[in-house]
């Protein structure tokens, strides 16, 4: 078992930033893949970023890349997702998962992101 639990939603002004915060505890190893999601207002889940626990393999989807960027502290066992130059079409939820098989098999309660024009 996996425990995810996300942090550091809340609203901002268009062009702001946010930083937020995955603490992951329970069955997690070299091997297991953390990522994040969104869910926008009316749209299907969608993939943002991923990252191999030990670092490695650091993924971003082409429409983020430049904005957001996807890292780790395996020491704090935290995962993070900086957001830059924020617009109002990434207001969402962001759920956390992890990978500790060929699917996405734990997800945290999601953070909701408000970017405001």
């Known amino acids: 078992q996996v425990q995810l639990v996300e942090s550091g939603g809340g609203t901002v002004q268009a062009g702001g930033s946010l930083k937020l915060s995955c603490a992951a505890s329970?069955?997690?190893?070299?091997?297991?893949?953390m990522g994040w999601f969104r869910r926008a207002p009316g749209k299907e889940r969608e993939f943002v970023a991923s990252?191999?626990?030990?670092?490695?393999?650091?993924y971003t989807t082409d429409a983020l890349k430049g904005r957001f960027t996807i890292s780790i502290d395996n020491a704090k066992s935290t995962l993070y997702l900086q957001m830059n130059s924020l617009l109002p079409e990434d207001t969402a939820i962001y759920y956390c998962a992890a990978a500790t098989s060929a699917t996405w098999n734990y997800w945290g309660q999601g953070t909701q992101v408000t970017v405001s024009s």
């Open positions: 990252v191999r626990w030990n670092g490695g393999d650091r």
């Open positions: 329970g069955r997690t190893s070299s091997g297991t893949t």
